[in-house]
């Protein structure tokens, strides 16, 4: 069973930059395709960002496209996300996700395995 553990949210700025940690354990963390997923007031959730086992491919929502970055560092079982120029539009709870088996298709909440808890972000203007 693989728990995950989001950190980093807070209170950020508009324009500034957000850095989101997800501490993996119980599994094999190189195993798994990885995703970040976000719930606004109001809104259902939505895909934010993926990375496969390896690192090599990642996907954006357009939403964050062009000012995010998904990361992971697979010795220290931990996924990151980057947000920079933080928009009000990106308060939400952020939730990361694992994904252990083929076909895996990123942007589908629905097909990833494990969540965490999620982690509150809340951008001010």
């Known amino acids: 069973q693989v728990q995950l553990v989001e950190s980093g949210g807070g209170l950020v700025q508009a324009g500034n930059s957000l850095r989101l940690s997800c501490a993996a354990s119980?599994?094999?963390?190189?195993?798994?395709?990885m995703g970040w997923f976000r719930q606004g007031p109001g809104k259902e959730r939505e895909f934010v960002a993926a990375i496969n086992w390896s690192g090599s491919n990642t996907y954006y929502a357009d939403s964050v496209k062009g000012r995010s970055t998904i990361s992971r560092d697979n010795g220290e079982n931990t996924l990151y996300l980057q947000i920079d120029n933080a928009k009000s539009e990106d308060t939400a709870t952020y939730y990361c996700a694992a994904d252990k088996e083929s076909p895996w298709v990123p942007e589908i909440e629905v097909g990833y395995d494990y969540w965490g808890r999620g982690t509150q972000v809340t951008v001010s203007s």
């Open positions: 119980g599994g094999t963390f190189s195993d798994l395709a």
